[in-house]
């Protein structure tokens, strides 16, 4: 696929580039500029929504005119092809947290814009002290991508904390509200997230982004100034408490994001660049096997417990009964295990994508790297694990004009 370069064109057209402006040609970004990986070509096309009509019509004019459409958010869970986008890059910049209600019998609710900063909405919910999200802290990307994979860290997932997700639908060409149960919230997925794969025959329908374009998403969470049960226990451990123990919110946000940091796991600063978070966060999910096949592990392999409610599959700390048939394991401890260190580059420690030399779950751009270098790192990482304890890793990232 060759994308070829053109100009950001207006919401409402999508089918070809825009004429140049009083001072020139409008700005046309590469995806390299979008991602927090760093790499990837020109899209085809490209729009900024600044209001739900305009996102609405970008996707509406993008799907009738036949167009591939790439809706982007902060762009943390991507890795886009050295060729770019052959279709139309579509992004959200709306920003905005809107309280409905807040109340000690109720709880706090609140509405919020898909386009919105996701850490800054947790920072305001441990500052007005809604509880729920205080783990999630962090977390690059906005608030529509976060319902879409399930986001969780340190035992805490998103779907604790979603009322609803009000969506249009591409395939029904309306604005749809998806209740809680209707979302099938799993590990890492949704129904949402599985709605890029949505033909009968498996094909891609839908691809790369979903049947349902994220428009706003209303969370419910409780009053107080102590979290959720802490169910990390390396969490439990920087916070000196016991797991299920609770915590002031505000220790917890300043603990996980320590231990982010720590990770290279937050977005860089410009002031101060950091290869190890030239990244798209954990590159692999933690592997879900089944019960006897976690047994042909080494005993020291971590074994985390898998909670089941219906009707889907998920490890929120309480979401559903233990399910005994499945066990998670770490994807960082497999790969760690199976010979590849922190720095790891398929060429050397000079090669410009390595793991990350804080975490090994971390695929990293340390200047200059290539999509098909961070391909070739991912494909070796992932077939070395797979040869040496038989799981086979799956990428976390959306996979734009790339495979492994």
Known sequence: MTATPSRRVSAVDVTEAAAPGPDGPLEQPTLAELTTLRVGGPADAYVEATTEAELVDAVRAADDAGEPLLVLGGGSNLLVSDEGFGGVVVRDVRAEIRIDAEDTCGGGSMTVTAGQDWDRLVEQ???????????????????????????????????????????????????????????????????????????????????????????????????????????????????????????????????????????????????????????????????????????????????????????????????????????????????????????????????????????TLALTNRGGASAAEIVELARTVRDGVLDAYGIELVPEPVLVGVAL
Do not use: C
């Open 125 to 359: 919910a441990v500052a007005q002290e809604w509880v729920g999200v205080e783990a999630l802290s962090g977390i690059p990307g906005t608030v529509g991508a976060a319902p879409v994979q399930n986001i969780g860290a340190y035992g805490q997932e998103v779907a604790g904390a979603v009322a609803s997700v009000r969506v249009w639908d591409r395939e029904q060409a309306r604005i749809r509200t998806l209740a809680l149960i209707d979302l099938q919230f799993g590990y890492r997925t949704s129904l949402l997230k599985r709605s890029m794969h949505a033909s009968p025959d498996g094909g891609d329908i839908w691809y790369p982004s979903p049947r349902y374009v994220v428009l706003e998403v209303s969370f419910q969470m409780r009053l107080g100034t102590l979290s959720a049960p802490v169910a990390y226990p390396e969490l439990a451990r920087r916070l000196g408490v016991q797991v299920g123990d609770r915590a002031p919110s505000t220790d917890v946000r300043a603990a996980v994001l320590e231990l982010r940091g720590g990770k290279g796991m937050l977005l860089d600063d410009p002031a101060a660049p950091d290869h190890d978070r030239w990244s798209a966060g954990s590159f692999f999910t933690n592997p879900v096997v089944a019960a006897d096949q976690a047994d042909l592990l080494p005993p020291d392999a971590p074994r985390f417990p898998v909670r089941s409610p219906l009707p889907s599959r998920t490890t929120g700390p309480s979401l559903g009964e233990i399910d005994p048939t499945l066990v998670k394991t770490s994807a960082a401890w497999l790969i760690e295990h199976a010979g590849f260190t922190k720095g790891y580059g398929v060429h050397g420690p000079s090669s410009a994508a390595t793991l990350s030399t804080k975490h």
